[in-house]
């Protein structure tokens, strides 16, 4: 069975940051595209950044842009997102995708003061 597994997450105060990992043992990340997306409590999944299996390209939903950046490293199987100047509105659980349609448990990330 395929798990991918999200780490890093947290709680921190506003303006502070996380970089959030996934990574998986039972196949290469990088095979296609891996994105991030969050939920929060009382709202839908939604994207957050995407990285193309070359790692040539990257999106961000607006809310994120200038703050997050989606990364990865090929020689740890592992993608990251940093994630900077946090807001309290960016409180949620973070779940990494593979485009070969594995989703991972999630990751709590809370902002607060």
């Known amino acids: 069975q395929v798990r991918l597994v999200e780490s890093g997450g947290g709680s921190v105060q506003p303006g502070e940051s996380l970089r959030l990992g996934c990574g998986s043992a039972?196949?290469?990340?990088?095979?296609?595209?891996v994105s991030w997306h969050r939920q929060a409590p009382g709202k839908e999944r939604e994207f957050v950044a995407s990285i193309t299996g070359d790692g040539g390209s990257t999106n961000y939903a607006n809310s994120v842009k200038g703050r997050f950046t989606i990364s990865r490293d090929i020689s740890k199987n592992t993608v990251y997102l940093q994630m900077n100047s946090l807001k309290p509105e960016d409180t949620a659980v973070y779940y990494c995708?593979?485009?070969?349609?594995?989703w991972g448990q999630g990751t709590q990330v809370t902002v607060s003061t």
């Open positions: 039972e196949f290469a990340m990088f095979s296609s595209g």
């Open positions: 995708y593979s485009l070969r349609g594995y």
